[in-house]
């Protein structure tokens, strides 16, 4: 037995088969439907059930998911099997669809940005089309069937360049153990382009780009493309991180901000170091003292996810639609989110079951 699921408002209908997520089923179907990780853990898929009721699969909880979200009736459908017909809608802006593909890649470049923060450069083989949008990610493909996503950082290279920032999780088995063994000319597998944290090609609204940590391997990107044909919006960067040597490519932010007037850069530290001239404090913090009034404007946030809860939960007090903020939660290997808090009993058992406009009794 299975269940109809409809896309408004497209004329599209495919089934899903009893126990099998909306993703899979949609996949299955050859049936185009955003996606990333598959996992539960990027948002990809996040789409609206505007009819109908689901449950989640396998006791997931989606902490990806904010209040708001829930609210609204968003669901991580890849986790998720409709226990009736549904009718989805997706918020996410409609783009150029990149098939995913899994490559082999050589690592060109390994510079060391940070004392714990690694630039990493690969090369596709010559003649291999790979594109993506600013702000989406790849899978690395490890031994054992693990994997690691990482935020491309540099734009489309048709020399077949992919740019990495990978900040070293102590005792981390890719990033602390596997990385420090890797020399120039190895290969490694990959697999993209992922995730749905993209630029609302058709807004003309004032932009506003918080980063934290590594999570300015994304911004950076999306900053790069936008800049050079809009010179009539304004532009804000705010990076926080603990220490000064977390503001990696401060140098090239500056640059940035002096080649563009219509892009005001803030770095922050959360904690001040010895010398430090600079802003102080959470960089949610810093954003709302400089603008008591965030009604007009569109906000990407990347980074921890504690960052990104902070900020989502302190904006619309300041006037802010949450259905303009959009955001790309870093987590640590085995999914664990970085500084996530854990939800209570009450909270897991509630967001395992939904229906229209939020949970079920």
């Given at each position: 037995?299975?269940?109809?699921?409809?896309?408004?408002?497209?004329?599209?209908?495919?089934?899903?088969?009893?126990?099998?997520?909306?993703?899979?089923?949609?996949?299955?179907?050859?049936?185009?439907?955003?996606?990333?990780?598959?996992?539960?853990?990027?948002?990809?898929?996040?789409?609206?059930?505007?009819?109908?009721?689901?449950?989640?699969?396998?006791?997931?909880?989606?902490?990806?998911?904010?209040?708001?979200?829930?609210?609204?009736?968003?669901?991580?459908?890849?986790?998720?099997?409709?226990?009736?017909?549904?009718?989805?809608?997706?918020?996410?802006?409609?783009?150029?669809?990149?098939?995913?593909?899994?490559?082999?890649?050589?690592?060109?470049?390994?510079?060391?940005?940070?004392?714990?923060?690694?630039?990493?450069?690969?090369?596709?083989?010559?003649?291999?089309?790979?594109?993506?949008?600013?702000?989406?990610?790849?899978?690395?493909?490890?031994?054992?069937?693990?994997?690691?996503?990482?935020?491309?950082?540099?734009?489309?290279?048709?020399?077949?360049?992919?740019?990495?920032?990978?900040?070293?999780?102590?005792?981390?088995?890719?990033?602390?153990?596997?990385?420090?063994?890797?020399?120039?000319?190895?290969?490694?597998?990959?697999?993209?382009?992922?995730?749905?944290?993209?630029?609302?090609?058709?807004?003309?609204?004032?932009?506003?780009?918080?980063?934290?940590?590594?999570?300015?391997?994304?911004?950076?990107?999306?900053?790069?493309?936008?800049?050079?044909?809009?010179?009539?919006?304004?532009?804000?960067?705010?990076?926080g991180a603990r220490a000064s040597a977390g503001l990696y490519q401060d140098t090239w932010a500056h640059e940035l901000a002096a080649q563009y007037p219509q892009l005001n850069y803030v770095p922050v530290l959360s904690s001040s170091d010895s010398g430090w001239q600079g802003r102080t404090?959470?960089?949610?913090?810093?954003?709302?003292?400089?603008?008591?009034?965030?009604?007009?404007?569109?906000?990407?946030?990347?980074?921890?996810?504690?960052?990104?809860?902070?900020?989502?939960?302190?904006f619309p007090a300041f006037g802010h639609p949450e259905d303009q903020c959009f955001s790309d939660a870093f987590v640590v290997p085995g999914g664990e989110p970085v500084g996530k808090k854990g939800l209570s009993l009450g909270a897991r058992l509630g967001r395992l079951f939904g229906r229209?406009?939020?949970?079920?009794?």
């Amino acid at each position: 037995m299975g269940y109809r699921v409809a896309i408004d408002p497209e004329d599209i209908a495919f089934e899903v088969l009893e126990g099998e997520s909306i993703v899979d089923a949609a996949l299955r179907g050859e049936v185009e439907f955003p996606h990333g990780c598959r996992n539960g853990q990027c948002g990809g898929c996040k789409a609206e059930v505007a009819e109908g009721e689901w449950r989640y699969l396998n006791d997931y909880i989606p902490d990806i998911l904010s209040r708001w979200e829930i609210d609204q009736g968003m669901v991580v459908t890849c986790k998720a099997t409709p226990v009736e017909d549904l009718l989805v809608k997706f918020q996410q802006r409609r783009m150029k669809h990149y098939e995913k593909s899994v490559q082999s890649a050589v690592v060109e470049v390994i510079e060391r940005l940070a004392e714990d923060v690694i630039r990493l450069v690969l090369r596709l083989p010559d003649g291999v089309e790979f594109g993506y949008h600013p702000g989406q990610y790849v899978d690395f493909l490890l031994e054992n069937g693990q994997r690691r996503a990482f935020s491309l950082a540099n734009r489309y290279s048709p020399a077949g360049r992919l740019e990495f920032h990978i900040r070293r999780v102590p005792g981390g088995y890719f990033t602390d153990r596997q990385l420090s063994s890797i020399k120039l000319g190895d290969v490694l597998h990959l697999e993209g382009p992922l995730g749905a944290f993209l630029l609302d090609g058709q807004s003309r609204r004032p932009v506003i780009f918080v980063a934290g940590g590594t999570g300015f391997a994304p911004i950076k990107v999306m900053l790069e493309s936008v800049l050079e044909n809009a010179a009539d919006r304004q532009f804000h960067l705010y990076w926080g991180a603990r220490a000064s040597a977390g503001l990696y490519q401060d140098t090239w932010a500056h640059e940035l901000a002096a080649q563009y007037p219509q892009l005001n850069y803030v770095p922050v530290l959360s904690s001040s170091d010895s010398g430090w001239q600079g802003r102080t404090g959470p960089v949610h913090q810093a954003v709302v003292e400089d603008h008591p009034d965030l009604s007009g404007f569109d906000i990407y946030m990347a980074g921890p996810p504690a960052m990104i809860d902070a900020g989502r939960e302190v904006f619309p007090a300041f006037g802010h639609p949450e259905d303009q903020c959009f955001s790309d939660a870093f987590v640590v290997p085995g999914g664990e989110p970085v500084g996530k808090k854990g939800l209570s009993l009450g909270a897991r058992l509630g967001r395992l079951f939904g229906r229209k406009n939020g949970l079920s009794p």
